[in-house]
Nanobody, 125 residues
Framework: QVQLVESGGGLVQTGDSLKLSCVAS????????MAWFRQAPGKEREFVAA????????YYADSVEGRFIMSRDNAENTVYLQMNSLKPDDTAVYYC??????????????????WGQGTQVTVSS
């Protein structure tokens, strides 16, 4: 199996930036497609960004396109989410996810193999 641990969340103001990290352990990290999801209070878990295992393709939700950047470092078994120009609507628990299958905006969260515990991001007005 794969274990995922997120970090980097916090309380920021509108317009600020944060960089989230997700460190993976277990099987070969390079074999997995990786993604970020988020879940706001009272809302369904929603797709944010994804990267295939070789890093050749990236996908972003329309709500974060142009503001968030996902990257991965297979040598360090780590994926990142650089979040810029944060808005109050970005407030949520952010989850790292890993799957042997491709992850994209239409991928049901229930089909994804592994999840981290989440890190809280709060953006004040």
């Amino acid at each position: 199996q794969v274990q995922l641990v997120e970090s980097g969340g916090g309380l920021v103001q509108t317009g600020d930036s944060l960089k989230l990290s997700c460190v993976a352990s277990g099987r070969s990290f390079s074999s997995y497609n990786m993604a970020w999801f988020r879940q706001a209070p009272g809302k369904e878990r929603e797709f944010v960004a994804a990267s295939n295992w070789w890093g050749g393709s990236r996908y972003y939700a329309d709500s974060v396109e142009g503001r968030f950047i996902m990257s991965r470092d297979n040598a360090e078994n780590t994926v990142y989410l650089q979040m810029n120009s944060l808005k109050p609507d970005d407030t949520a628990v952010y989850y790292c996810a890993a799957s042997m299958r491709t992850i994209a905006s239409r991928t049901p969260p229930g089909t994804i193999d592994y999840w981290g515990q989440g890190t809280q991001v709060t953006v004040s007005s």
